[in-house]
């Protein structure tokens, strides 16, 4: 598979590389330095974050309020470049091959299978998380946060914000969504033509919800990857995915590519579904005027995977000072409210509100609440734990070969 060949490519590289200027020692010792002293180093410094930006409000927050908050606060200048997931595991293989000195990014915002590979081939600089001031308030005793695709972040991905998977649905078009696997069945059938799911992270973590819900819950696949359950429980996800198929947008022969247009075909009409990796964006998208008023959010009975996304540093990134000093100020009281607002982002926080002082637990209780999303309370109990990340590997793979290239 391809991201496997990637994998032992980039180790040999990064073995072969041997050392280079970002293993010499900088200005000051990271591990033994004084967050005061850590500070001082990043300012004045450029931070280049690598980082999705397919989402409007996301890339305004950054640009227009994180970027000049660090900039005004710390001296320190944040430079935002896109990326993501295996584009960014392809430029440290790029880099080694080159035999460049010090990576091009500072920052990457990861997770998961990404999170995966960086840490097979130790390109991860870590742990470095107990040194940021700030990580004393983040709820580390929850699941969701302190694990990251089966793998304990131990210090080396600082956790940035919690979401859970939901679908999106018009009340007008669908005043009655389906909740389980069979209704969603029934539905398709009786309503073809409006329903279909992103050929991305989104509707894999989609499928993967159906495929634990398959196998009887998460306990089933927890734990390292079982490649005897996988094929077991895949096959009967791509034989119910296959049912549907001929049902789907386009009879199931095409796919939207991302979840943008996915959304997009959703407020046009195309489609009465979409669905959403933050459980609160909905709110969002309606407060935008990009969703109807009538667009409202929910979890299947079977559950759906809640994760959580996070920072990483590259070990071979030059500006590590100014990349621990940005992911500070990212999980700060500050910049965790701004980002709950559905107004903002909507984005769930990683911090335990309990453990703020009071001014800002009142701040958070006053957060405006959501209108069109349930509670997190509510969907809560329906949480699943992400899989291994192997599971997402093989269904991107997976769902190409059984399903898209599958003839009728």
Same mark, same amino acid.
């Given at each position: 598979?391809?991201?496997?060949? =990637?994998?032992?490519?980039?180790?040999?590289?990064?073995?072969?590389?041997?050392?280079?200027?970002?293993?010499?020692?900088?200005?000051?010792?990271?591990?033994?330095?004084?967050?005061?002293?850590?500070?001082?180093?990043?300012?004045?410094?450029?931070?280049?974050?690598?980082?999705?930006?397919?989402?409007?409000?996301?890339?305004?927050?950054?640009?227009?309020?994180?970027?000049?908050?660090?900039?005004?606060?710390?001296?320190?200048?944040?430079?935002?470049?896109?990326?993501?997931?295996?584009?960014?595991?392809?430029?440290?293989?790029?880099?080694?091959?080159?035999?460049?000195?010090?990576?091009?990014?500072?920052?990457?915002?990861?997770?998961?299978?990404?999170?995966?590979?960086?840490?097979?081939?130790?390109?991860?600089?870590?742990?470095?998380?107990?040194?940021?001031?700030?990580?004393?308030?983040?709820?580390?005793?929850?699941?969701?946060?302190?694990?990251?695709?089966?793998?304990?972040?131990?210090?080396?991905?600082?956790?940035?914000?919690?979401?859970? =998977?939901?679908?999106?649905?018009?009340?007008?078009?669908?005043?009655?969504?389906?909740?389980?696997?069979?209704?969603?069945?029934?539905?398709?059938?009786?309503?073809?033509?409006?329903?279909?799911?992103?050929?991305?992270?989104?509707?894999?973590?989609?499928?993967?919800?159906?495929?634990?819900?398959?196998?009887?819950?998460?306990?089933?696949?927890?734990?390292?990857?079982?490649?005897?359950?996988?094929?077991?429980?895949?096959?009967? =996800?791509?034989?119910?995915?296959?049912?549907?198929?001929?049902?789907?947008?386009?009879?199931?022969?095409?796919?939207?590519?991302?979840?943008?247009?996915?959304?997009?075909?959703?407020?046009?009409?195309?489609?009465?579904?979409?669905?959403?990796?933050?459980?609160?964006?909905?709110?969002?998208?309606?407060?935008?005027?990009?969703?109807?008023?009538?667009?409202?959010?929910?979890?299947?009975?079977?559950?759906?995977?809640?994760?959580?996304?996070?920072?990483?540093?590259?070990?071979?990134?030059?500006?590590?000072?100014?990349?621990?000093?940005?992911?500070?100020? =990212?999980?700060?009281?500050?910049?965790?409210?701004?980002?709950?607002?559905?107004?903002?982002?909507?984005?769930?926080?990683?911090?335990?509100?309990?453990?703020?002082?009071?001014?800002?637990?009142?701040?958070?209780?006053?957060?405006?609440?959501?209108?069109?999303?349930?509670?997190?309370?509510?969907?809560?109990?329906?949480?699943?734990?992400?899989?291994?990340?192997?599971?997402?590997?093989?269904?991107?793979?997976?769902?190409?070969?059984?399903?898209?290239?599958?003839?009728?």
């Amino acid at each position: 598979m391809k991201f496997l060949a =990637l994998l032992s490519l980039l180790c040999l590289l990064l073995i072969g590389c041997g050392k280079t200027t970002a293993d010499k020692p900088q200005s000051v010792d990271l591990a033994a330095a004084s967050w005061e002293q850590i500070a001082a180093e990043a300012r004045g410094h450029t931070v280049t974050l690598a980082m999705w930006q397919g989402d409007p409000l996301i890339n305004d927050y950054m640009k227009s309020y994180v970027a000049p908050a660090l900039q005004n606060q710390y001296g320190v200048t944040l430079n935002i470049v896109g990326s993501q997931g295996n584009d960014i595991v392809s430029t440290l293989m790029t880099e080694a091959e080159a035999g460049k000195e010090a990576s091009s990014y500072d920052l990457m915002w990861i997770n998961g299978e990404t999170f995966y590979q960086l840490r097979q081939v130790n390109a991860l600089h870590g742990p470095f998380v107990e040194k940021l001031p700030n990580a004393a308030m983040i709820d580390f005793g929850n699941r969701f946060i302190n694990t990251d695709f089966q793998q304990p972040v131990e210090g080396y991905e600082c956790p940035w914000g919690n979401v859970q =998977l939901a679908i999106i649905y018009d009340t007008v078009r669908a005043p009655i969504p389906p909740r389980t696997r069979q209704q969603l069945e029934e539905y398709v059938k009786a309503h073809p033509g409006t329903f279909t799911f992103d050929n991305s992270f989104t509707g894999m973590t989609f499928l993967k919800s159906l495929l634990i819900d398959i196998a009887g819950g998460e306990q089933q696949l927890a734990g390292p990857f079982d490649s005897a359950k996988y094929a077991t429980y895949s096959a009967q =996800l791509w034989e119910y995915i296959n049912r549907l198929k001929p049902y789907f947008w386009k009879e199931g022969k095409t796919y939207p590519a991302a979840v943008a247009p996915l959304h997009q075909m959703f407020a046009n009409g195309e489609v009465n579904f979409t669905m959403s990796n933050n459980d609160g964006e909905v709110d969002n998208k309606v407060l935008q005027g990009i969703f109807p008023a009538t667009a409202r959010a929910y979890v299947l009975d079977g559950g759906t995977i809640q994760n959580s996304h996070y920072m990483g540093i590259p070990k071979r990134s030059a500006q590590k000072a100014g990349a621990m000093v940005v992911c500070n100020f =990212l999980i700060s009281p500050e910049a965790q409210l701004r980002k709950l607002d559905p107004n903002v982002w909507g984005d769930g926080t990683v911090l335990d509100v309990g453990r703020l002082p009071d001014e800002w637990q009142q701040k958070f209780r006053n957060v405006p609440g959501r209108k069109y999303a349930p509670p997190r309370q509510q969907i809560q109990p329906k949480a699943l734990m992400e899989l291994a990340p192997e599971y997402m590997i093989r269904l991107f793979d997976d769902f190409r070969r059984n399903v898209i290239q599958k003839q009728s």
